[in-house]
């Protein structure tokens, strides 16, 4: 058997990281916050994020060194988010950008075309389209942190999106061999089960690893996809896209700041509909069951918006149709809410 010695030095490297970040966790017996002790009593490991990282090494999905240093460097600010080191979301946003910023100047990144001829010439600016792509980015990395409220939710909407790429005649063999797709799609399963148990969940490291991962890849694939739309990207990204778009709008509106965590995410408001309207009384179970409905109903999307991947109108319509049900969605279970505290 050969061992490859740049994986393995990378994977110890890793795993000394991981056990010091435990070791700083556990002395300082970091307690739940309150949007995360909200629909659970249990604290996980963080090491969601570790798990798809030493995969990324393991399996190749990157084996160029610019991804691999720039996926590490997200991985890592998550890390000190999660260890309470880095506490201030005003500069890990920033942070954010820089590293964004310094990836796509540095691969050449770019979204090619919106299928709009006003947008698409302007993308044709490279510094418009660097502001563009950095802001898709970034708008994608802290959507995915958004949504990793419940047990489950993050990872299974992104193996969800692993099964529509698998399942389809994407040119994906150009930048992956199917087998390592497979091979993640099997650590997210995993993952998932760990997260529906609270003995390992994403942590800031994680959904900030897993949200960079696969908006770079999924503007890669419609690089190489020109009949593909880029609205079936969009779709395949809109929940925490519109997740954390709608966020900053209402926050906005409340006078409260766009970029700290509440209690008021879509899914949080499904957890209080299902644990009291139908008396559940464990958190756990409420928790599990609401991911699994959210992600039910993504599962009816995404295996749609496939038979129809090269249509904008199609994906446009799909878009449009469900952020409506979000929004309509979202003001029944407040409304809800509101009425448990009356």
């Known amino acids: 058997?050969?061992?490859?010695?740049?994986?393995?030095?990378?994977?110890?490297?890793?795993?000394?990281?991981?056990?010091?970040?435990?070791?700083?966790?556990?002395?300082?017996?970091?307690?739940?916050?309150?949007?995360?002790?909200?629909?659970?009593?249990?604290?996980?490991?963080?090491?969601?994020?570790?798990?798809?990282?030493?995969?990324?090494?393991?399996?190749?999905?990157?084996?160029?060194?610019?991804?691999?240093?720039?996926?590490?460097?997200?991985?890592?600010?998550?890390?000190?988010?999660?260890?309470?080191?880095?506490?201030?979301?005003?500069?890990?946003?920033?942070?954010?950008?820089?590293?964004?910023?310094?990836?796509?100047?540095?691969?050449?990144?770019?979204?090619?075309?919106?299928?709009?001829d006003f947008f698409d010439e302007l993308l044709k600016n490279n510094f418009i389209n660097l502001i563009f792509t950095a802001f898709c980015i970034l708008i994608v990395i802290n959507g995915t942190n958004f949504i990793d409220g419940l047990n489950g939710l993050a990872v299974g909407y992104y193996s969800l999106v692993t099964i529509i790429l698998l399942s389809s005649d994407l040119s994906i063999l150009f930048y992956f061999d199917t087998q390592i797709l497979y091979n993640f799609l099997i650590i997210f399963l995993l993952l998932i089960i760990t997260n529906y148990f609270n003995l390992i969940y994403l942590g800031d490291s994680g959904s900030y690893l897993i949200g960079f991962l696969f908006s770079i890849l999924l503007i890669k694939i419609y690089e190489i996809n020109p009949i593909m739309s880029p609205y079936f990207v969009i779709l395949l990204l809109w929940y925490p896209c519109f997740e954390n778009l709608f966020s900053i709008i209402r926050k906005k509106r409340s006078n409260s700041s766009a970029i700290e965590p509440?209690?008021?995410?879509?899914?949080?408001?499904?957890?209080?509909?299902?644990?009291?309207?139908?008396?559940?009384?464990?958190?756990?179970?409420?928790?599990?069951?609401?991911?699994?409905?959210?992600?039910?109903?993504?599962?009816?999307?995404?295996?749609?918006?496939?038979?129809?991947?090269?249509?904008?109108?199609?994906?446009?319509?799909?878009?449009?149709?469900?952020?409506?049900?979000?929004?309509?969605?979202?003001?029944?279970?407040?409304?809800?809410?509101?009425?448990?505290?009356n």
Not at 1 to 13: G, V
Not at 279 to 292: D, E
Not at 303 to 315: P, T
């Open 262 to 341: 509440d209690n008021n995410h879509l899914h949080q408001l499904i957890f209080i509909y299902f644990k009291r309207k139908f008396k559940i009384k464990s958190k756990q179970l409420a928790n599990n069951i609401s991911s699994v409905a959210i992600n039910s109903f993504h599962i009816i999307n995404f295996l749609f918006a496939i038979q129809y991947y090269n249509s904008s109108k199609i994906q446009i319509t799909l878009i449009f149709a469900n952020t409506s049900i979000y929004l309509l969605l979202y003001f029944i279970f407040l409304s809800f809410k509101k009425k448990l505290k």
């Open 1 to 116: 058997m050969i061992i490859d010695i740049n994986k393995t030095i990378l994977i110890f490297f890793i795993s000394i990281l991981i056990y010091l970040i435990n070791k700083k966790i556990l002395s300082k017996n970091i307690n739940l916050e309150i949007h995360q002790s909200f629909s659970t009593n249990i604290i996980g490991n963080p090491i969601g994020g570790y798990v798809i990282f030493v995969s990324i090494i393991f399996f190749s999905f990157y084996s160029n060194f610019l991804e691999l240093f720039f996926l590490f460097c997200i991985f890592l600010l998550g890390i000190l988010s999660d260890i309470k080191f880095f506490n201030s979301p005003k500069y890990r946003l920033l942070i954010q950008i820089l590293i964004i910023s310094l990836y796509i100047i540095l691969s050449d990144l770019q979204i090619l075309s919106t299928r709009i």
